[in-house]
């Protein structure tokens, strides 16, 4: 039990410095701070930004531009309640929800259970969840009594244009997928698409979360990305397996830890109302074991939905068998904001480098905010400071994120840009000018060992994209 108690706050430790490394070096930052913060809703950064549009950058050259057979939209946030109520969204999307009867105050009922020990609450009845409360006499953190478990529908509503009418009540989207199923039918009369074909969409979803945890993990705006991948039902079982190697490519791709990864089949009553079969992949978060991913065989339940909600036949036809069927669906989801946070803990390490403890990010060169960093040894010669900034226009009009770096003396620069995970950084100095070289060098430290070299001015194009290649 010792052990245990140690162990988890050694993790509540190295979690407080990741969020203390995200804000303090311009990845996250708590949305609206300024007036005291809101709950989980939190800004990205200068290098957050950077770090996601990376992130993005690389699931749309891996599953839209890299196939043939992915087609990219991007539809509204705000979706009507009509069709959100086809979808099942305005009835039953929710979370169990318990009240202390003294404070008022709103906990997730599966969350307190959880903590009691219960894995995967989540997935109980409401009658089970009030049983297991009343048989574990689970208290509120305050340690008052709790009200009976009820559902929460975490949808944020609000109203179109200046009338209070029912017809204008609208959402704002809880998730990315409808707005895929509703446009199904002009993808098909516009893109002439022939089975299999998938849809794909980066985009914000809303959920009006009870309670917000665990830093970017659980929060009421986030970021997904998704593809609905249209198939014929007779055919589903072996393109679940095509999308489960592929979520298992992509977790390599961008680096995250794969002994911390595992699939959970879903089962039985666990699965959604329209899933046929779901696969989890959860992730070791510093907090536990929790999912990252998720691939659903959804069968044709969204489509039939929006078809008989509104009265139009979303039913396609083989050319070539002349078979019509309303098509089924493989849906592997992927939370950007979830990948993040994955990444950062797969990525930090702490070692000791000259005698003093050091912090960084071992991120892989196709994710870091910079693949570069570039630095005069000092600032106050301008031979030396213009030769560096000749480099800098140059390799950043080669690889795009390219930093500046002259802020502080040369051993602060490397310690910032190891932990914002720069993989090199290059510095001009005295030795660049020195006189019987044959060509200009620069010194160029490799992130990870520290090790530095020294490059020829003209090579450093061909340098970094051998090193970039690995």
């Given at each position: 039990m010792?052990?245990?108690?140690?162990?988890?706050?050694?993790?509540?430790?190295?979690?407080?410095?990741?969020?203390?490394?995200?804000?303090?070096?311009?990845?996250?930052?708590?949305?609206?701070?300024?007036?005291?913060?809101?709950?989980?809703?939190?800004?990205?950064?200068?290098?957050?930004?950077?770090?996601?549009?990376?992130?993005?950058?690389?699931?749309?050259?891996?599953?839209?531009?890299?196939?043939?057979?992915?087609?990219?939209?991007?539809?509204?946030?705000?979706?009507?309640?009509?069709?959100?109520?086809?979808?099942?969204?305005?009835?039953?999307?929710?979370?169990?929800?318990?009240?202390?009867?003294?404070?008022?105050?709103?906990?997730?009922?599966?969350?307190?259970?959880?903590?009691?020990?219960?894995?995967?609450?989540?997935?109980?009845?409401?009658?089970?969840?009030?049983?297991?409360?009343?048989?574990?006499?689970?208290?509120?953190p305050?340690?008052?009594?709790?009200?009976?478990?009820?559902?929460?529908?975490?949808?944020?509503?609000?109203?179109?244009?200046?009338?209070?009418?029912?017809?204008?009540i609208?959402?704002?989207?809880?998730?990315?997928?409808?707005?895929?199923f509703?446009?199904?039918?002009?993808?098909?009369?516009?893109?002439?698409?022939?089975?299999?074909?998938?849809?794909?969409?980066?985009?914000?979803?809303?959920?009006?979360?009870?309670?917000?945890?665990?830093?970017?993990?659980?929060?009421?705006?986030?970021?997904?990305?998704?593809?609905?991948?249209?198939i014929?039902?007779?055919d589903?079982?072996?393109y679940?397996?095509?999308?489960?190697?592929?979520m298992?490519?992509?977790?390599?791709?961008?680096?995250?830890?794969?002994?911390?990864?595992?699939?959970?089949?879903?089962?039985?009553?666990?699965?959604?109302?329209y899933?046929?079969?779901?696969?989890?992949?959860?992730f070791?978060?510093?907090?536990?074991?929790?999912?990252?991913?998720?691939?659903?065989?959804?069968?044709?339940?969204?489509?039939?939905?929006?078809?008989?909600?509104?009265?139009?036949?979303?039913?396609?036809?083989?050319?070539?068998?002349?078979?019509?069927?309303?098509?089924?669906?493989?849906?592997?989801?992927?939370?950007?904001?979830?990948?993040?946070?994955?990444?950062?803990?797969?990525?930090?390490?702490?070692?000791?480098?000259?005698?003093?403890?050091?912090?960084?990010?071992?991120?892989?060169?196709?994710?870091?905010?910079?693949?570069?960093?570039?630095?005069?040894?000092?600032?106050?010669?301008?031979?030396?400071?213009?030769?560096?900034?000749?480099?800098?226009?140059?390799?950043?009009?080669?690889?795009?994120?390219?930093?500046w770096?002259?802020?502080?003396?040369?051993?602060?620069?490397?310690?910032?840009?190891?932990?914002?995970?720069?993989?090199?950084?290059?510095?001009?100095?005295?030795?660049?000018?020195?006189?019987g070289?044959?060509?200009?060098?620069?010194?160029?430290?490799?992130?990870?060992t520290?090790?530095?070299?020294?490059?020829a001015?003209?090579?450093?194009?061909?340098?970094?994209?051998?090193?970039?290649?690995?």
């Amino acid at each position: 039990m010792l052990a245990t108690i140690e162990r988890a706050m050694d993790e509540t430790i190295r979690m407080e410095e990741i969020i203390s490394l995200a804000k303090r070096r311009g990845f996250i930052f708590p949305a609206g701070e300024l007036y005291g913060g809101l709950a989980g809703i939190y800004d990205y950064g200068p290098l957050g930004s950077l770090l996601k549009e990376q992130i993005k950058k690389l699931w749309r050259d891996t599953f839209v531009f890299g196939r043939e057979d992915i087609f990219l939209i991007d539809a509204a946030i705000i979706m009507g309640e009509k069709a959100l109520s086809a979808s099942g969204h305005v009835g039953g999307f929710s979370d169990p929800v318990v009240v202390d009867t003294k404070t008022g105050k709103q906990y997730r009922a599966d969350h307190l259970i959880e903590s009691f020990g219960v894995e995967h609450a989540e997935n109980l009845s409401l009658e089970e969840m009030n049983q297991i409360i009343k048989e574990k006499n689970i208290l509120s953190p305050e340690g008052n009594a709790l009200s009976e478990v009820k559902d929460f529908n975490l949808m944020l509503k609000t109203e179109l244009g200046a009338s209070a009418d029912s017809s204008n009540i609208a959402y704002l989207r809880p998730e990315t997928a409808q707005g895929i199923f509703v446009n199904y039918k002009n993808i098909m009369d516009s893109m002439h698409p022939k089975i299999p074909f998938g849809v794909a969409q980066i985009g914000k979803a809303y959920r009006n979360e009870i309670t917000p945890r665990n830093f970017i993990f659980r929060l009421r705006e986030l970021e997904q990305m998704e593809i609905e991948y249209f198939i014929n039902p007779k055919d589903w079982e072996k393109y679940f397996e095509l999308w489960r190697k592929e979520m298992h490519r992509w977790i390599e791709l961008i680096g995250l830890d794969t002994e911390k990864v595992h699939e959970r089949e879903v089962k039985g009553e666990d699965l959604a109302h329209y899933s046929q079969r779901t696969i989890d992949f959860e992730f070791d978060y510093l907090f536990g074991r929790k999912e990252l991913y998720g691939l659903a065989y959804r069968t044709d339940y969204d489509l039939k939905k929006h078809s008989e909600a509104s009265k139009t036949k979303l039913i396609y036809t083989d050319p070539h068998t002349g078979e019509s069927f309303i098509p089924h669906v493989i849906e592997p989801s992927l939370g950007l904001d979830r990948t993040i946070l994955a990444t950062l803990v797969s990525a930090y390490r702490e070692d000791e480098m000259d005698g003093k403890k050091r912090i960084y990010l071992a991120l892989k060169h196709n994710l870091a905010p910079y693949r570069i960093a570039v630095s005069p040894l000092v600032k106050n010669k301008d031979f030396i400071v213009t030769k560096a900034r000749d480099i800098f226009h140059n390799l950043k009009k080669r690889f795009g994120n390219v930093a500046w770096d002259d802020n502080g003396n040369i051993g602060k620069r490397y310690r910032r840009q190891d932990e914002i995970g720069t993989p090199f950084s290059l510095v001009v100095d005295y030795d660049t000018f020195e006189e019987g070289n044959l060509f200009e060098t620069v010194s160029i430290r490799e992130r990870d060992t520290g090790k530095q070299e020294r490059v020829a001015v003209n090579n450093l194009v061909n340098y970094f994209e051998e090193k970039f290649s690995e």
